[in-house]
Structures are given as structure tokens and as C-alpha cells.
């Protein structure tokens, strides 16, 4: 497509519940990022998948939250037994390749909202 | 500890003038610094990028320097207009474009 695509754009869980966030980057973009952003905060690095590596989890803040990508392209990110302080912006990027100077192309984010 | 500073307080100016945002780190060698914009609801967008044997980056009404030996990086923008209104965010990478690390952000107003 011609941006990244974020799904769904707002989502109300109850506490407890388990969410599932899609992204769908550009097509032709290797590398996939996942931040989230609470309210007047700073992006949070989450997880990163360039081409078939193994993902760099490092930003994971807890055995909760997973995220995979299948084919190279769709990202899903899944928070199981959600909290209320999970409840964020979470924002995915794409890039076209590592070590080059084209930026990241943000989607427009799901605000997750647990309740 | 690594940090990016930005200037957490509004930056008012008036149509017309240069904005001047600033990004301070710690602790990082970054290969790239970014600047983006953000708008409310959405996700940042990709403005520039400079590199660290670059000094200066200019793009139409946009200009970023970066001093590694200050650990500074200045964002300017000439001739602002009321649409420039957004938050500015910059971002580290130190690993070849692997993960950027943001900071907080500064919010422009430019006023008519």
C-alpha cells in the first residue's frame, strides 16, 4: 500500500483480556518496527524484524506482549492479560533497509485503551 | 545513563520568524540523527536526516545542524507559517539504523 496500516485504529479491552494490533508496512520495506507512546511520553522502542533475523525483542516490557511476523510483511503484536498500564499508543514503522538515510514511515498508530 | 533531551516547554513564535528546536544527548555516538513531525492522533512523520560527518542538512524551509562534539543538534525552520504548528521529535541511531531512540518532543505554535 501506499503507507503503513495500523488495525484497529482505537481498541477498549477490559483488564485481563488478551489484544491482538496489526500492521501491514510497505510493501518493499524489510525492516518492521513496533513503538508505543503514552500520553505525554516519548516513543518506547518495543520490537524490531529486519528480513528473516531473528527479531530484536530487547524493548518488550514483559513476557506479555509477543509479536511476530509472518512472511516478511504483516506484523501482529498480541498483549495477553492486558493491564491498565499497557494502555498506550502503539504505533508501528517500516523502513526500506537498515543503513541508509531514508526515515521510517509511521502508521497512524492503535490508541489501546484497558479499562 | 543515555539520554535525549528536548525542550519539554512550548515553543510560541510568531508567522514569519525561525523556529529554533534543540536536541540535546548523552551517552550516545549516534551514526544518524532524525528529526520528525507529529501531529495530533498520528504518527510521526520523517523530516531529515544527518549524518555524523555531516554538519549541516538543509531541505527547503528546514535546516538541522549536528555537533557530536556538543552532543547538539538544532532544528530550524525560516520563514514559519501557522501550519508548522505540530510537535518536533529527534531520534538517535547508534547502531546503523537498526532502533531509533526518541525523545520527548517539543511542540511549535506559530502564531498568524
Known amino acids: 500500500g501506499a503507507g503503513v496500516s495500523q488495525s484497529p485504529s482505537n481498541k477498549v479491552t477490559e483488564k485481563g483480556k488478551d489484544v491482538e494490533l496489526r500492521c501491514d508496512p510497505i510493501s518493499g520495506h524489510t525492516a518492521l518496527y513496533w513503538y508505543r507512546q503514552s500520553l505525554g511520553q516519548g516513543l518506547e522502542f518495543l520490537i524490531y524484524?529486519?528480513?528473516?533475523?531473528?527479531?530484536?525483542k530487547s524493548g518488550l516490557p514483559s513476557d506479555r506482549f509477543s509479536a511476530e511476523r509472518t512472511g516478511g510483511s504483516v506484523s501482529t503484536l498480541t498483549i495477553q492479560r492486558t493491564q491498565q498500564e499497557d494502555s498506550a499508543v502503539y504505533l508501528c514503522?517500516?523502513?526500506?533497509?537498515?543503513?541508509?538515510?531514508?526515515?521510517?514511515?509511521f502508521g497512524s498508530g492503535t490508541r489501546l485503551t484497558v479499562v | 545513563s543515555q539520554k535525549i533531551e528536548q525542550n519539554s516547554e512550548a515553543l510560541n513564535i510568531q508567522e514569519g520568524k525561525t523556529a529554533t528546536l534543540t536536541c540535546n544527548y548523552t551517552n550516545y555516538s549516534p551514526a544518524y540523527l532524525q528529526w520528525y513531525r507529529q501531529d495530533p492522533g498520528r504518527g510521526p512523520v520523517f523530516l531529515l536526516l544527518i549524518r555524523e560527518n555531516e554538519k549541516e542538512k538543509r531541505k527547503e524551509r528546514l535546516k538541522v545542524t549536528f555537533d557530536t562534539t556538543l552532543k547538539q543538534s538544532l532544528f530550524h525552520i525560516t520563514a514559519s507559517q501557522p501550519a508548522d504548528s505540530a510537535t518536533y521529535l529527534c531520534?538517535?541511531?547508534?547502531?546503523?539504523?537498526?532502533?531509533?531512540?526518541f525523545g520527548t518532543g517539543t511542540r511549535l505554535l506559530v502564531s498568524p
Open positions: 514503522a517500516s523502513s526500506a533497509q537498515t543503513g541508509e538515510g531514508n526515515g521510517y514511515t
Open positions: 524484524f529486519q528480513g528473516n533475523s531473528a527479531p530484536d
Open positions: 531520534a538517535l541511531d547508534s547502531t546503523g539504523f537498526q532502533k531509533l531512540v
